[in-house]
């Protein structure tokens, strides 16, 4: 299994464009989350998704939209990029074990919005 | 509203002291608290999680003990290694909330040989 995968590793855009980040996990997980990390912080909830074609709001979701169409794919679009998404991104999966979460985590996104 | 607070913010110990990292929340619906680590330039991973029923949980060298009257749990690193070096997140959430996880601001732990 390779778990949860996003591409790409590292990103600069100039503010105003727009760009989608990708995210996959291989594990069947029902559950998958966006999260922002920046620096000194932690993880900030932007979406997240209980299953295909259902998406609900985190705690930080202004600027940013999410998609659902596969268990597998939880794509993050940002639109008109502004300097305050320059962050670090990661996207997770997870299953409820009894109520338990387990988190499973991707290798990050390094956004730089210039 | 900060509902998970976490201290220290960094933390420097010597090889085979104890690392103690604490963490605070607010809201009693949470019945989930797990410990994530991370090292630069990776996402966070699972260490050792807890739930309400029980005070202390132990995994090896990690410990989480779990006080429900003061709304309180921190992490031990007994025998802390300089591979234990990295960033620690507490983290809490609720059973009926879709794991959706609030976490706490990282600990930076430095093991010094």
């Known amino acids: 299994n390779a778990g949860v995968t996003q591409t790409p590793k590292f990103r600069i855009l100039k503010i105003g464009q727009s760009m989608t980040l990708q995210c996959t996990q291989d594990?069947?997980?029902?559950?998958m989350y966006w999260y922002r990390q920046d620096p000194g912080m932690g993880l900030k909830l932007i979406y997240y998704?209980?299953?295909?074609?259902?998406?609900d709001k985190g705690e930080v979701p202004n600027g940013y939209n999410v998609s659902r169409s596969t268990t597998e794919d939880f794509p993050l679009r940002l639109e008109l990029a502004a300097p305050s998404q320059t962050s670090v991104y990661f996207c997770a999966s997870s299953y409820s074990n009894r109520g338990s979460y387990e988190q499973y985590f991707g290798p990050g996104t390094r956004l730089t919005v210039t | 509203q900060q509902q998970v607070k976490q201290s220290p913010q960094s933390l420097i110990v010597q090889k085979g002291g104890i690392s103690i990292i604490n963490c605070a929340y607010e809201?009693?619906?949470?019945?989930?608290f797990p410990w994530y680590q991370q090292f630069p330039g990776k996402g966070p991973a699972l260490l050792i999680a807890?739930?309400?029923?029980?005070s202390e949980k132990k995994e090896g060298r990690f410990t989480i003990s779990f006080n429900k009257s003061a709304k309180q749990f921190s992490l031990h690193i007994m025998d802390s290694q300089p591979g234990d070096s990295a960033t620690y997140f507490c983290a809490a959430s609720r059973s009926t909330n879709a794991g959706k996880s609030t976490f706490g601001d990282g600990t930076t732990l430095t093991v010094k040989p």
């Open positions: 809201n009693t619906a949470f019945d989930y």
């Open positions: 998704s209980v299953g295909a074609g259902i998406t």
């Open positions: 594990m069947n997980h029902n559950y």
């Open positions: 807890i739930r309400p029923d029980v």
